[in-house]
Every structure is written in structure tokens, then in C-alpha cells.
């Protein structure tokens, strides 16, 4: 019984796992667009964060704690 649940249950948790990176990145996404501040973002749902971020996110790049970037990291 035990080694039955336990292999249902790895299963049922390697299936899932796209659905909840997707989840784990829209979340990233919405919480950045919540960031910016503006009325229009800050009601935009889990779901709908990845269109929205295409929309305000127009170019991404990553800084040194100097303020320069830092080369390869631009994405547009």
C-alpha cells in the first residue's frame, strides 16, 4: 500500500512540476509589475502577468552595486 501511494504520489509531482514553474514564474513577474507602482499594474493577476510583463517590461539588464552594467546580462 505504502509503495503504491508513494509512487502515485512521485507521479502526480512530476507531472505537475511545468505547471508550477510556469506558476513560480508568473509570480515573479506580477510581483515586479506590482513594483512599478502604477494604478493599471498593480491589479494585474498571477495569470495574466506574463502578457503584461511583455507589455511594461521593455528591456531587462542586471547592475553591480556600482550602477553599471554589467555586459551580457541585457536582454530587450
Same mark, same amino acid.
Given at each position: 500500500?505504502?509503495?503504491?501511494?508513494?509512487?502515485?504520489?512521485? @507521479?502526480?509531482?512530476?507531472?505537475?512540476?511545468?505547471?508550477? +514553474? *510556469?506558476?513560480? !514564474?508568473? &509570480?515573479?513577474?506580477?510581483?515586479?509589475?506590482?513594483?512599478?507602482?502604477?494604478?493599471?499594474?498593480?491589479?494585474?493577476?498571477? &495569470? *495574466?502577468?506574463? +502578457?503584461? @510583463?511583455?507589455?511594461?517590461?521593455? &528591456? !531587462?539588464?542586471?547592475? *553591480?552595486?556600482?550602477?553599471?552594467?554589467?555586459?551580457?546580462?541585457?536582454? *530587450?
Amino acid at each position: 500500500m505504502v509503495v503504491v501511494v508513494g509512487g502515485l504520489l512521485a @507521479f502526480v509531482s512530476t507531472s505537475l512540476k511545468p505547471i508550477q +514553474e *510556469d506558476n513560480v !514564474r508568473n &509570480e515573479k513577474k506580477q510581483l515586479i509589475l506590482k513594483a512599478i507602482g502604477s494604478e493599471e499594474t498593480k491589479s494585474i493577476t498571477r &495569470e *495574466d502577468a506574463g +502578457e503584461q @510583463f511583455k507589455k511594461y517590461v521593455v &528591456e !531587462r539588464l542586471i547592475l *553591480d552595486y556600482e550602477g553599471n552594467i554589467i555586459e551580457g546580462t541585457q536582454v *530587450d
